[in-house]
């Protein structure tokens, strides 16, 4: 795969576990309704490991857009790349919540919420604030990216450095932090944090022929793309002042 496809195709599998698994806990009459909060936010912690599996051996895996710009801002990913990814992030996270409707699709014809319809789509605030829900999407992006950007490679202490080989597993640890930011921070917005993952399932909830919905809150859909561009800005902004800046 080039790094385009990967991007989507990682991408793909993380809204495709994300959305259903929200769908498997929302909707009616399915095996995993009413499981709740642990159910989906370790659904979503997985479906990142599985979407890093992927994608990490072709493009770094980073299936967010402000993980992309983080990278671009520190100096460790071209600026050109960058719209790119991001495209490429939005058009894999319309698939992959489309393959999630068509999974559920006659759960979804059993539910005559428009609300429990829309949730396995987008992100709602569990409190609508908009400077609250604004700084919850800052603050739990901030976590996700400056984590990443302290992140290092396995090495030996043998003199060389010599990098261990971790395969697959590598993935685990982004996995952990993205569990982590939803069971700590998620309960404010559904914790976004990737303007993709809310905007491309929010544009599919608008076209997707799905029975008895209703709007797809697009008066709200600037929170979680803006909030996590800016906590990715400002995570990294700390990282270069702390790390580079000689201050740690």
């Known amino acids: 795969m080039d790094a385009f496809v990967a991007e989507f195709v990682g991408t793909s599998l993380l809204l495709a576990m994300g959305s259903g698994v929200v769908a498997n806990v ?28 992927v994608a990490g051996p072709y493009s770094g895996a980073h299936l967010n857009p402000a993980v992309s710009i983080a990278l671009a801002i520190a100096g460790d990913f071209p600026w050109a790349d960058v719209p790119k990814y991001v495209f490429a992030q939005i058009l894999g996270a319309m698939f992959g919540a489309g393959i999630a409707w068509l999974v559920y699709k006659d759960h979804f014809d059993a539910t005559d919420d428009p609300g429990l319809k829309f949730a396995p789509f987008a992100t709602v605030p569990a409190i609508r604030n908009l400077p609250s829900n604004l700084i919850s999407e800052i ?41 982590v930011i939803g069971l700590s921070l998620g309960g404010t917005t559904g914790y976004a944090i990737n303007p993709a993952r809310d905007l491309g399932p929010r544009i599919m909830h608008q076209i997707l022929p799905i029975r008895g919905k209703g709007g797809s809150d697009w008066a709200y859909s600037w929170v979680p793309i803006i909030g996590p561009i800016i906590g990715a800005v400002l995570a990294t902004g700390i990282y270069l002042l702390l790390d580079q800046g000689g201050m740690v």
């Open 26 to 53: 929302v909707l009616n009459n399915t095996k995993g309704q009413n499981s709740g909060w642990i159910v989906i936010t370790t659904a979503w912690a997985l479906g990142v490991f599985i979407g890093v599996v």
């Open 139 to 179: 603050v739990g992006t901030s976590v996700l990216i400056i984590v990443i950007l302290y992140s290092t490679e396995p090495i030996l202490q043998d003199g060389n450095n010599t990098p261990i080989g971790l395969g697959s597993l590598g993935a685990l640890p982004v996995a952990f932090l993205v569990w």
